[in-house]
């Protein structure tokens, strides 16, 4: 780890091999692999020689080549399972979504709240009230939007 902000640019090279080389949740696979076409050697791999170490330190030359094709002949294939694992994973996260989700369906002259974010004017800190209101409902438009007065009609 480093001590000051100055060395960052040291560990970089670190964490992209971290973030290239982790399979992620969405696409199933490796950025590296989606680029590369094989699984990336880390260098723990290289000192601890693992089996697809051994096997290619052992291939001639014409052999590996053969194999690197056949490698990179199947790319498209893991392209399309990434995309497809993306596909399953985005469906997945808006049946979550929509899970939690509760459609309201507002009318005209109904009296709502309306939220205070944070970076809004009226916001006042994090022990102020989080809505403001009421408000009646003046008119539903297409969206969800609804245009809104104050209790004494100014809109």
């Known amino acids: 780890m480093i001590d000051n902000r100055r060395g960052w640019h040291k560990m970089l090279p670190y964490a992209l091999l971290g973030y290239r080389t982790t399979v992620r949740t969405s696409i ?46 199947t790319i498209d294939e893991k392209r399309m399972v990434a995309v497809c694992h993306g596909q399953l994973y985005r469906h997945r996260m808006i049946r979550a979504f929509y899970k939690k989700v509760r459609a309201r369906m507002f009318e005209v002259d109904q009296l709502v709240l309306k939220r205070i974010f944070p970076h809004q004017d009226e916001y006042k800190g994090k022990f102020k009230p989080n809505w ?22 100014t809109e």
Do not use: C, F, H
Request: net charge negative; glycine share 8%; proline share 6%.
């Open 28 to 73: 199933g696979a490796t950025p590296y692999l989606l680029v590369y076409g094989t699984e990336a050697v880390i260098p723990a791999k290289v000192e601890i020689p693992s089996l697809r170490i051994i096997r290619e330190a052992e291939l001639s030359n014409a052999e590996w080549v053969r194999n690197r094709i056949d490698q990179l002949t």
């Open 132 to 153: 403001q209101g009421p408000y009646m409902v003046r008119t539903v438009l297409s969206g969800g939007a609804l245009i809104l007065s104050e209790m004494d009609g």
